[in-house]
């Protein structure tokens, strides 16, 4: 038999110990080159330049990385969602050139289900999708 114990610690213990943990200090570094032992400061093009050692690598203030946009910015849901309470007649240029006229009733991840007045509906796949507009944007070409 062992005489280990299993020692378990709680979530009150740890973030005591992270109070008692003193917090690094930040250090301050003077430009005019007090800091090194041997009184001649930098100089351009001597032996000195460019040499001070891994301190000079080190940034001391902390510089947080941008973090990206979402992939995501769900705008495309919101557009569907707003023109399809509005019941707005739109119009939906598929790839080969095609336009279908109509309202969105529903849509998902890959398709729209379109409502015509004068034909059938339509479940359209977002990818046949080339761009669409609402219909009273449409600009008519004058008759020649």
């Known amino acids: 038999m062992s005489n280990r114990k299993l020692i378990r610690t709680t979530l009150a213990e740890v973030k005591g110990k992270e109070r008692e943990m003193p917090q690094p200090r930040e250090r301050v570094r003077s ?4 800091h090194r032992g041997s009184g001649g400061g930098e100089r351009e093009g001597g032996r000195d330049a460019g040499r001070e050692g891994p301190r000079a690598q080190q940034n001391p203030v902390q510089v947080r990385k941008r ?3 979402p992939m ?3 705008a495309e849901l919101f557009y569907y969602k707003k023109q399809i ?3 707005t007649l739109m119009v939906i240029v598929l ?3 095609e336009e279908i006229e109509g309202t969105i009733e529903w849509y998902d991840r890959g398709a729209l289900k379109v409502n015509r007045k004068s034909a ?3 479940l359209l796949l977002k990818r046949n999708v080339k761009y669409m507009y609402k219909a009273e944007d449409r600009v008519e070409e004058p008759a020649e």
Do not use: C, I, M
């Not at 430009?31 to 007090?34: I, L, Q």
């Open 31 to 34: 430009n005019n080159g007090s």
């Open 120 to 122: 059938p509906n339509l």
């Open 85 to 87: 309470d509005a019941h």
């Open 72 to 74: 995501e910015t769900n």
């Open 67 to 69: 973090t990206p946009p």
């Open 95 to 97: 790839r080969d050139g």
